[in-house]
């Protein structure tokens, strides 16, 4: 079967194409750019979206919002990663960690499927911890500094093992789920 990811994020759809493959669904990009509400929550943020995207094109569609959490930093940036990496880059997020003994930090994903009549919520969650300095150049965002639980490298330096452990990997399966169970 084929679904609609809709996102202005290319890097995204390669990687929900790649993890969605093997479960039999083809991924098709849907060009979408769109105004976010402000939120502290993923999933009103996904929910929102996704109805506008359905609006676009009146089609079975997801979305996926996605962001950074850091532990020492009160969770922050949060659901404003985007914003927060277009302010102050990766180094100016590592200023902010300077001198912190805490780096400890997760990745939340959430999708939001309309398929017509209702909308479903899957999450994805990928603990870590940010590097001392950007590593790698691979994937796309924080990728460089991200350190997954139980690993040494970054994202940015081991896509593959990018690929099966993310945030985004997780809510991907999840929804995969959705519809070999038929819900
Ligand atoms: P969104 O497009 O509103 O979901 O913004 C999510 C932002 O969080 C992205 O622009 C990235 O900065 C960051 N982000 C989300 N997922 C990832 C990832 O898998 N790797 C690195 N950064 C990510």
């Known amino acids: 079967m084929e679904i609609l990811f809709a996102t202005s ?9 790649e993890a969605l493959k ?4 083809t991924v098709k990009h849907l060009l979408f750019g769109h105004n976010e509400i402000r939120s502290d929550s993923l999933e009103d943020i996904a929910r929102e979206a996704v109805q506008a995207a359905y609006k676009k094109c009146k089609k079975p569609v997801f979305v996926e919002d996605s962001g950074l959490f850091i532990g020492s930093l009160n969770g922050f940036p949060g659901t404003y990663s985007a914003w927060a990496l277009g302010k102050l880059g990766l180094s100016g997020i590592l200023r902010l960690l300077q001198d912190m003994p805490d780096r400890s930090a997760r ?3 959430c999708i939001a499927y309309h398929d017509g009549s209702k909308v479903s919520a899957f999450e994805g969650v990928c ?4 590097a001392i300095e950007p590593r790698g150049s691979s994937g796309f965002g924080y990728d460089p500094i991200f350190v997954p639980e139980g690993y040494s490298q970054t994202f940015a330096e081991n896509i593959t093992l990018k690929n099966k452990l993310s945030h985004r990997y997780i809510s991907l399966l999840e929804f995969s789920k959705s519809f070999v169970s038929g819900s």
């Open 9 to 17: 994020n290319k890097n995204k759809v390669q990687e929900a194409a």
């Open 22 to 25: 093997p479960k039999g669904i």
């Open 107 to 109: 990745f939340e994903a």
């Open 127 to 130: 603990k870590g911890s940010i």
